[in-house]
């Protein structure tokens, strides 16, 4: 493998994510990128013919686990409260199989609701029940530093200390790209760190057009992580966000010509983990 491995991902959450989806799916399909799909299980309740129709049996796209209704697992700083633990079976297991029954695929990877800087080791209840149900790995640190953004560049390891060699921890890096455009009122007075961890992907005020977006976060942490040799670069992108941002998603179109400028090798989650626990 040369440098890192580019991975796609969308944290599938509401039910505008559908339209953003028939938006993002044809750019996938015209250069060839596979993706994956963190999906929130509760949209199958209202939407599973749709997402069936569009997703399932595709060759590019992984699909995963976003909880069933987007419950907090844990703490999230100023971004909410845990749910209450008698929901999490429901949220980590009874998600899993919902998505398996309407895709008739094994599901292997979990990411939570808002994740946190510490990844699910902040949530030993939820950890537990992510490794019973089977999953191969979660993706859970997509904050950085006292819950400032972007996210770091964070190497995959497993659960072990946890008592969970098996699961693996693959993280995503960079900005919840909602909160660099503004699209989410919670949480923007305070969300970089000082000083910048990459003072480069600091921009003066709320990103405006597909082409900052991919100056400001894409670019810098793609070139970043071929520059580390990261084994994995993947950004941190919610469906609904982007359509409301860039409906024609001239940013996927500007990022998946970079990775292959670059000469990246483009994957899924699923993929990542097999190659790593494979080595
Ligand atoms: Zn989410």
């Known amino acids: 493998m040369t440098g890192p491995l580019y991975i796609a991902a969308y944290d599938t959450e509401s039910p505008s994510c559908l339209e953003a989806l028939r938006a993002i799916v044809p750019v996938h399909e015209r250069h060839g990128v596979p993706a994956t799909i963190y999906l929130v299980a509760r949209m199958l309740d209202s939407q599973q013919a749709e997402l069936v129709a569009l997703l399932r049996d595709h060759p590019l796209f992984e699909i995963a686990c976003h909880s069933y209704t987007h419950m907090l697992l844990h703490d999230a700083d100023e971004f909410g409260k845990a749910g209450p633990p008698e929901r999490y079976p429901a949220e980590i297991i009874d998600s899993k199989r919902r998505i398996e029954d309407a895709f008739g695929v094994a599901v292997r990877g979990f990411r939570p609701p808002v994740c946190s800087p510490e990844g699910l080791r902040i949530a030993p209840e939820a950890l537990r029940l992510v490794a019973q149900a089977g999953y191969a790995y979660v993706s859970s640190i997509a904050w950085g530093p006292k819950w400032s953004l972007p996210a770091w560049l964070v190497r995959p390891f497993t659960y072990a200390e946890q008592g969970h060699p098996a699961l693996w921890e693959l993280p995503p890096c960079g900005w919840h790209e909602n909160l660099l455009k503004g ?15 990459m003072p480069e992907t600091m921009p003066p005020g709320y990103v405006k057009t597909p082409e900052d977006e991919f100056a400001y976060n894409n670019r810098p942490f793609i070139d970043r992580a071929i520059a580390e040799a ?13 359509h409301r941002f860039d409906p024609a998603m001239r940013m996927l179109e500007i990022t998946f010509r970079y990775v292959r400028e670059r000469g990246l090798a483009a994957g899924t989650f699923g993929q990542l983990q097999a190659l790593i626990a494979g080595a």
């Open 183 to 197: 699209n989410n009122k919670v949480g923007a007075v305070r969300i970089g760190l000082f000083p910048p961890y």
């Open 230 to 242: 990261m084994p994995q670069v993947s950004l941190i992108w919610h469906p609904w966000s982007l």
